[in-house]
C-alpha cells in the first residue's frame, strides 16, 4: 500500500501508536526491584532472623526470648519497637525518592514517561498510614479464629508495598504487577495471619501444618524478596519483547 494514501498513513499511525504504547510500558520493574531489596534490607530489623527457635531434646521448641512489637513487618522478635518504625518510615519514602529519580531518567532518555506522582506520594504516605494502623489495632495480640487465623496480626508494613505496587499497577496498567503485588501482598497476610511457619488448614486440612524453618523471620523475607524479584525480571523481559511484538503486529494486520 502506498505510504502517501490515506490507507497508507492510518496504518502507520496505527504502527507510532503501537510502538509508543510498547514503549511507555515496563518502567516497574525498577520499582519492584527496589521494593524487593527493601524487603532483604529489613531483616536485621529480627533479634534473631536465622535462629530464633530453642530446640528441646525431645523435639519440642519455642521462641527465643524477645519483644513483637509488629512495627518490623512479621511476627518475629524485633529488636526494638522504636528502630522498625524508624526504619519504615525513612527508607520507605527514600525508595520513593528512588523511584522518582528512575521514572525521570526515563523520562529524559525515551520520551515517554506515565503519571507517576500521584502514585509517589500515595505510596509515601502508606508507610505512615500502616505504621499508625499497626499502633492503633495492637499488632499481633488480636484474638484468633479456630483456624488459627488471627486478624489483628495482618495489618504491617510489609503490606503497604504490596498496596503500593497495586495502584502501580492501576497507574501502568500492568498484569504482571498487579499479579506479583497480590502474591507478595498474599503471603503476608498468610505470614502474619497465621503466624510464621504455620501452613494454613485450606492448604493442608484439616488442621492445617507447619514447617520449622520457617519459624525464622529471615527464611519468610527471603522468599517475600523473590517474588518482587522475579516479577521485576518477568516485567523487564516483558518489555523489551513487547515492541518487537508491536512491530509484528503493525506489520502483519489480522
Same mark, same amino acid.
Given at each position: 500500500m502506498d505510504p502517501q494514501s490515506p490507507g497508507g498513513m492510518l496504518d502507520e499511525v496505527d504502527r507510532l501508536r503501537r510502538l509508543t504504547r510498547a514503549r511507555s510500558r515496563g518502567a516497574a520493574a525498577v520499582p519492584l526491584a527496589i521494593f524487593g531489596l527493601l524487603t532483604l534490607a529489613s531483616i536485621p530489623l529480627y533479634s534473631n %532472623? &536465622?535462629? =530464633?527457635? $530453642?530446640? $528441646? %531434646?525431645?523435639? !519440642?521448641? &519455642? !521462641?527465643k526470648p524477645g519483644s513483637i512489637s509488629g512495627y518490623a513487618g512479621l511476627n518475629g522478635n524485633d529488636r526494638s519497637g522504636a528502630l522498625s518504625i524508624a526504619f519504615w518510615l525513612v527508607t520507605g519514602p527514600l525508595s520513593y525518592l528512588a523511584c522518582a529519580w528512575w521514572f525521570r531518567r526515563r523520562a529524559a532518555r525515551v520520551g515517554l514517561t506515565m503519571r507517576w506522582q500521584p502514585w509517589a506520594y500515595v505510596g509515601t504516605a502508606l508507610f505512615a498510614v500502616f505504621v499508625f494502623a499497626v499502633f492503633a489495632q495492637d499488632h499481633g495480640l488480636g484474638d484468633a479464629h479456630p483456624s @488459627? &487465623?488471627?486478624? @489483628? !496480626? #495482618?495489618? !504491617? %508494613? +510489609?503490606? =503497604?508495598? =504490596? #498496596?503500593?505496587? +497495586?495502584?502501580l499497577a492501576r497507574v501502568e496498567r500492568s498484569p504482571g504487577v498487579a499479579v506479583t503485588a497480590v502474591a507478595y501482598g498474599g503471603l503476608c497476610v498468610i505470614m502474619n495471619g497465621y503466624g510464621l511457619g504455620q501452613i494454613p488448614p485450606w492448604i493442608v486440612p484439616p488442621y492445617g501444618g507447619m514447617i520449622d524453618g520457617l519459624f525464622n523471620p529471615a527464611l519468610n523475607l527471603i522468599p517475600l524478596a523473590c517474588v518482587l524479584l522475579f516479577g521485576a525480571l518477568a516485567v523487564h523481559l516483558r518489555a523489551r519483547a513487547r515492541p518487537r511484538l508491536a512491530m509484528a503486529a503493525a506489520q502483519n494486520p489480522a
Open positions: %532472623p &536465622f535462629d =530464633a527457635m $530453642q530446640w $528441646q %531434646p525431645d523435639g !519440642s521448641g &519455642f !521462641s @488459627g &487465623f488471627t486478624e @489483628g !496480626s #495482618v495489618i !504491617s %508494613p +510489609l503490606l =503497604a508495598i =504490596a #498496596v503500593g505496587l +497495586l495502584i
